[in-house]
């Protein structure tokens, strides 16, 4: 299996409607690390890093987001890094 990382940025109404408590929820429930913040010009970045597929599912679910979320869109570029131990929110 094919691990990789991704940097995702989410655009939308993403910040105060608890997106990155939720994905960090998915994030664990794949088993990916990485991390979500909100950056200052109101969009939500996300690292994941995982297994190919699992990051796939979790990038698919980034463009839809839980329900109080309205994403407008999703930019994902690959990563060469190394995964981190955990998923947090920053």
Same mark, same amino acid.
């Given at each position: 299996?094919? *691990?990789?990382?991704?940097? /995702?940025?989410?655009?939308?109404?993403?910040?105060?409607?608890?997106?990155?408590? !939720?994905?960090?929820?998915?994030?664990?429930?794949?088993?990916?690390?990485?991390?979500?913040?909100?950056?200052?010009?109101?969009?939500? *970045?996300?690292? /994941?890093?995982?297994?190919?597929?699992?990051? !796939?599912?979790?990038?698919?679910?980034?463009?839809?987001?839980? $329900?109080?979320?309205?994403?407008?869109?999703?930019?994902?570029?690959?990563?060469?890094?190394? $995964? $981190?131990?955990?998923?947090?929110?920053?």
């Amino acid at each position: 299996m094919a *691990e990789i990382c991704v940097r /995702a940025i989410v655009k939308g109404r993403v910040q105060g409607v608890s997106f990155r408590d !939720n994905t960090r929820r998915q994030a664990q429930h794949l088993q990916i690390t990485g991390h979500a913040r909100n950056l200052p010009d109101g969009t939500v *970045e996300v690292l /994941a890093c995982g297994e190919e597929s699992a990051v !796939n599912t979790l990038v698919d679910w980034l463009h839809k987001g839980p $329900p109080a979320a309205s994403v407008s869109q999703v930019t994902v570029h690959q990563e060469d890094q190394q $995964p $981190p131990a955990s998923f947090r929110i920053a």
